[in-house]
């Protein structure tokens, strides 16, 4: 059970290049976010996906869309990434419904825009 | 939404109690009070959450005021590896956008 898996772990991209971040969950929730962490600060939501086949955006959507490929598979894309796009990214999954919804991470992907 | 208010940073000795304190006080009613930790740039493991009573698991306690206004994490006996920046979050059920970590309390334990 290896709960919520990042892929890449690290990443260096031109400003202007294209990427996805994927992020998978075998714990069979329902919801999956994606968060980015600057320097020093608290996580600040992108995205969320609160159940299969359904997107809405968070805190902080501009330039990134998401994909909620399946109940396991949640992708985050930056089409033009810009050195403010430079951050650690995490995704998590949480049962969903009517639950407290306890938020499960997985271990970052930490980006840098040159 | 409501937020929260932490301290930055808190010490506390190896072996004692610590007591982290929130302040949320214009959390409406249908709000829960989570706590999360981050150790260094791990992804945030979830500790607790209550709405009103006082809560217990095996990591820590939840105090939970009267008005609702504050709350305290309790861990009863600090480790080294409990050093991490602890953040306190305030949601209704549902409301999967209104998650606001903020920037939490670091916690530096030492021996």
């Known amino acids: 059970n290896a709960g919520v898996t990042q892929t890449p772990k690290f990443q260096v991209l031109k400003t202007g290049q294209s990427m996805t971040l994927q992020c998978a969950q075998d714990m069979n929730h329902n919801s999956m976010y994606w968060y980015r962490q600057d320097p020093g600060m608290g996580l600040r939501l992108i995205y969320y996906s609160a159940s299969e086949g359904t997107t809405d955006k968070g805190e902080v959507p501009n330039g990134y869309n998401v994909s909620r490929l399946n109940k396991r598979e949640f992708s985050l894309r930056l089409e033009s990434a810009a050195p403010s796009q430079t951050s650690v990214y995490f995704c998590?999954?949480?049962?969903?419904?009517?639950?407290?919804?306890?938020?499960?991470f997985g271990p970052g992907t930490r980006l840098t825009v040159l | 939404d409501a937020k929260t208010t932490q301290p930055p940073s808190m010490d506390c000795a190896e072996g004692r109690a610590a007591n982290l304190p929130c302040n949320h006080s214009t959390i409406s009613g249908n709000e829960y009070v989570y706590w999360y930790r981050q150790i260094h740039s791990q992804g945030p493991q979830y500790i607790i959450h209550?709405?009103?009573n006082n809560e217990t698991n095996e990591m820590a306690s939840l105090i939970i005021t009267e008005d609702r206004k504050s709350s305290t994490l309790i861990l009863p006996h600090a480790t080294l590896r409990d050093t991490a920046v602890y953040y306190c979050i305030v949601r209704a059920l549902y409301n999967f956008n209104k998650f606001y970590f903020g920037s939490g309390t670091k916690l530096n334990v030492k021996p």
């Open positions: 998590a999954s949480s049962e969903g419904g009517s639950g407290p919804n306890e938020q499960f």
């Open positions: 209550g709405l009103k």
